[in-house]
C-alpha cells in the first residue's frame, strides 16, 4: 500500500492521502489524555479511533452525570434564586 495512493470520499469531494491519514491520527492520539497507547509507539489508527470513542463515550456520560446532579440540587433550592437561574442556565 503506497503512502502517496489517495482516497475518494464517498461524496466525491476532495481527495485524502494516507500521509495525511496517518498524520490525523497521530494528532488526534496526542488529544487524548491518559491515553493506554504509548505515544512513542505508532499506534494503529484502529486503537487511536478506539480510544477516542472510548474518550468521547466517558465524557458523555459525565455530562449525563453533572446534569443530574445540577437537576437535584435545583429540586432542592428556591426556584426563584438567583442559584436556580445560574443552575437552570448551566442545564440547558
Known amino acids: 500500500m503506497s503512502s502517496r495512493r489517495s482516497r475518494q470520499s464517498s461524496s466525491g469531494g476532495p481527495r485524502i492521502t494516507d500521509d495525511q491519514i496517518i498524520q490525523l491520527v497521530s494528532k488526534l492520539q496526542q488529544l487524548l489524555p491518559g491515553t493506554h497507547i ?18 468521547v463515550r466517558s465524557l458523555h456520560r459525565e455530562v449525563d452525570d453533572l446534569s443530574d446532579r445540577l437537576s437535584q440540587l435545583l429540586s432542592t433550592i428556591d426556584a426563584d434564586s438567583p442559584e436556580a437561574s445560574i443552575i437552570r442556565s448551566l442545564i440547558m
Open 38 to 55: 504509548q505515544r512513542s509507539n505508532k499506534a494503529s489508527a484502529s486503537k487511536v479511533l478506539q480510544e477516542t470513542c472510548n474518550y
